[in-house]
C-alpha cells in the first residue's frame, strides 16, 4: 500500500488518534518522572493539553477544511496547554498549523516543512532549550524527514521511517541528560510526542481506530472566584464563547466589536489573537453577541448562564445557612457586599495572581492582599486558558501572576502574550515560599517595572524543600531510595532520604541552612499534624538559635512539610 497524500478529514482523525493514545499510555508516561515523586504528571499535562485541541476538532465533524482543523488544533492547544511539557507541545502544534493551513492536501513535502516549522516555533518557545527532552525528540523526527523528503513520495514510508528515528533519539536521551541516566529513565515528554505519532500513523495504515472525543469533566486547575454580588442584576445572561477566525481581527474590527457588545452589555472582555477571539460580556440578549461574533468566524465553547436563575438559587442556599447557622451567614452577607461594591470600582493599578493548593497555603497568600487564587500546583498544574480566566476577573491594570512551580511559569507567560488591554507580569517564582516572598517585598511606592526586578531578585534568597515519599526504588543524588521511603527534595536535587519522616526533615533543613540563614518557615501538610511540625521546629531551634522558626498550617497534598529557608 502507497499513499502519496491526505486531505483534511485524514489528517483530523490522525490527530483524534493521536490524541487518544497519549490519553491512554498517560499514567505510564506519568511513571518516567525523574524524581520518584507521588506528582508526576507530564503525561496528564501533555493529554490534558492535546484534549482540549482535540474537542476544537471533533467539533468541526467529518470533513472540516484544512483551514479549520489548523486554527482548532493551534488555538485548542495553546489554550489548554498545562505545565512545559504541555506548552512546549501546543507551540509544535502551532508551527504545525502554520503550514498545514496553507494547503488543500498535505504530501511528503508539505508535512516534512510542517515539522521543521513545528520545532522552529517550539525552541523559539523556550527561553534556555534544553538537550534530551521533547525538543530533542521533535528535532530528530524533523531532521529524518529532511533527510527523506527528496528520496520517497509515499506518506507510509516517510512516516514510519521519521517514528523509527524518533524513537532511536528517544532512547538516546538518558546520554544527554545525566539526570535521566541516573533515575534510569527516557524524556517523560519525548516519550508522550511519540504516542502521538504512533496513534496518528495507524490513522494512516488504516487501523480501526476509536477516535471518537468525549467531553471531559474538569479535573483541577480550577480557578476559585468570589461570590455572586447580591445587588440587583442589570445584565442577565453571562456569555461566553471563543470565535474561530476566518482572518485576523484589524484593530479597527476589535475596537469597532467591543463598542458592539459595550452597547448591547456591560463585564466586556475581549482577548484577541490572530487565530481566536474569546469573548466574555453581561447581556439580556446573548443571541445578538452571538450574530456579530458570527461575521467574524465559527464560534466554539459557547457558554450562557442565567445569572438571575443562579442570583435566586443563592439566595434560597444562604437561607437555608441563615436557618442553621445566622453568625456565619451574617459575616458571609457582610463579605458579599463587600465584594459586590469593590466589583463596581474602577480598575485599580496593581493586582495579584498566585497559584496554590491547599486552604492554609490559600489563606496566607489573600491575607497578603493577593486578588485571585488559582487552585493548582504540583498535583494538578493550571492551563493557558486557567490563567486567562483568572486575568479576566482581576479588575487591575497591571497584574503580577506567581506560578509558584517551575512547571507552571511557561503556562503563566504562553497567557501573557494573549492579553493585551492589561499589562501582565509574570514573576518567575517556582514555589510557593518564593511566591509568599515575592508579595512580601512588592513596594506600592515602586513602579510595576522596578518591583519585577526587585521581587525576581528577592526570590533568590529563598531556598525550598519538601518531604514526600517515593513510589519507586532508585538511586540518585548519592542515596539508596527505596519505594515508600521519606525524601527531602530541594530546589535541584534530593537533599535526604530515610524511613523516619521527621529525621528526613531535619537532614534536609541542615543541607539548607548556611551562615547567612535567618528564618526557617514550615508549612505542614494535609496528612501531618502541627503537633509534628512543633516537634521538628524545636529541633531547628536548638541546634540553630540564630534562627527564627515559623510554623503555618499549609494544608498541601501529597508534601508532608514544604520547609524555607531564608
Not at 361 to 374: A, C, S, T
Not at 532 to 554: F, H, R, T, W
Request: hydrophobic share 40%; glycine share 8%; net charge negative.
Amino acid at each position: 500500500m502507497q499513499i502519496t497524500s491526505i486531505d483534511s478529514e485524514v489528517l483530523a482523525k490522525m490527530f483524534l488518534a493521536g490524541a487518544k493514545n497519549l490519553d491512554a499510555k498517560k499514567e505510564w508516561i506519568n511513571e518516567l518522572n525523574v524524581f520518584p515523586v507521588p506528582d508526576g504528571d507530564t503525561g496528564t499535562n501533555m493529554t490534558m493539553t492535546i484534549m482540549s485541541a482535540a474537542r476544537e476538532v471533533s467539533a468541526l465533524g467529518a470533513a472540516p477544511q484544512m483551514t479549520q482543523l489548523a486554527k482548532a488544533i493551534s488555538s485548542g492547544s495553546l489554550r489548554g496547554a498545562r505545565g512545559n511539557s504541555g506548552v512546549i507541545l501546543s507551540q509544535l502544534f502551532r508551527g504545525f498549523c502554520k503550514v498545514i493551513g496553507e494547503y488543500d492536501e498535505i504530501d511528503v513535502c508539505v508535512l516534512c516543512d510542517a515539522m521543521q516549522k513545528a520545532v522552529e516555533t517550539a525552541y523559539k518557545a523556550v527561553m534556555k532549550p534544553k538537550e534530551g527532552t521533547i525538543l530533542t525528540v521533535a528535532k530528530g523526527a524533523a531532521d529524518k524527514a529532511l533527510e527523506l523528503v527528496n528520496e520517497t513520495d509515499d506518506l507510509i514510508y516517510f512516516c514510519d521511517e521519521v517514528i523509527k528515528h524518533a524513537d532511536y533519539v528517544l532512547s538516546q536521551t538518558p546520554e544527554m541528560l545525566p539526570v535521566l541516566k541516573q533515575a534510569g529513565v527516557v524524556d517523560s515528554g519525548g516519550q508522550g510526542l511519540m504516542q502521538v505519532l504512533k496513534g496518528s500513523y495507524d490513522i494512516l495504515l488504516g487501523k480501526e481506530v476509536d477516535y471518537s472525543i468525549e467531553e471531559l469533566p474538569s479535573a483541577g486547575g480550577v480557578v476559585k472566584i468570589s461570590a455572586e454580588a447580591e445587588a440587583e442584576i442589570k445584565f442577565g445572561y453571562c456569555t461566553e464563547f471563543i470565535i474561530v477566525l476566518n482572518k485576523p481581527m484589524t484593530d479597527k474590527e476589535e475596537s469597532e466589536y467591543k463598542a458592539y457588545l459595550e452597547s448591547i452589555g456591560d463585564s466586556i472582555v475581549v482577548v484577541a489573537d490572530d487565530e481566536i477571539t474569546k469573548t466574555h460580556v453581561h447581556t439580556n440578549d446573548p443571541g445578538l453577541a452571538i450574530q456579530k461574533a458570527l461575521t467574524f468566524g465559527s464560534l466554539s465553547k459557547i457558554k450562557i448562564d442565567n445569572m438571575r436563575e443562579e442570583h435566586q438559587e443563592k439566595l434560597i442556599k444562604d437561607a437555608e445557612k441563615i436557618a442553621e447557622q445566622q453568625k456565619e451567614a451574617a459575616a458571609s452577607a457582610d463579605l458579599s457586599v463587600a465584594e459586590s461594591e469593590s466589583a463596581e470600582e474602577p480598575y485599580k493599578e496593581i493586582g495579584f495572581i498566585a497559584v496554590s493548593i491547599g486552604e492554609g497555603m490559600n489563606e496566607i497568600f489573600r491575607g497578603l492582599g493577593v486578588d485571585y487564587i488559582i487552585e493548582g500546583g504540583q498535583t494538578m498544574n493550571p492551563s493557558t486558558e486557567d490563567m486567562l480566566k483568572a486575568i479576566e476577573n482581576v479588575r487591575a491594570k497591571n497584574i503580577f501572576i506567581l506560578p509558584n512551580n517551575s512547571n507552571i511559569i511557561m503556562a503563566a507567560n504562553q497567557a501573557a502574550t494573549l492579553v493585551e488591554d492589561k499589562e501582565i507580569i509574570v514573576i518567575p517564582t517556582k514555589t510557593v515560599p518564593q511566591g509568599i516572598a515575592a508579595v512580601v517585598n512588592f513596594l506600592p511606592d515602586l513602579s510595576p517595572e522596578e518591583n519585577k526586578e526587585t521581587m525576581t531578585e528577592e526570590i533568590q534568597n529563598v531556598k525550598t524543600g519538601q518531604v514526600t515519599y517515593a513510589v519507586r526504588d532508585t538511586m540518585m543524588d548519592g542515596f539508596e531510595i527505596k519505594e515508600n521511603d521519606y525524601m527531602g527534595i530541594g530546589d535541584k536535587t534530593i537533599l535526604s532520604a530515610g524511613t523516619d519522616k521527621k529525621q528526613v526533615a531535619l537532614d534536609m533543613v541542615d543541607r539548607m541552612i548556611d551562615e547567612d540563614s535567618a528564618i526557617v518557615s514550615i508549612y505542614f501538610g494535609s496528612d501531618s499534624s502541627e503537633d509534628e511540625a512543633v516537634s521538628i521546629a524545636k529541633a531547628i531551634e536548638e541546634k540553630y538559635p540564630e534562627v527564627e522558626v515559623e510554623i503555618n498550617n499549609g494544608g498541601q497534598p501529597i508534601y508532608y512539610y514544604v520547609i524555607s529557608v531564608e
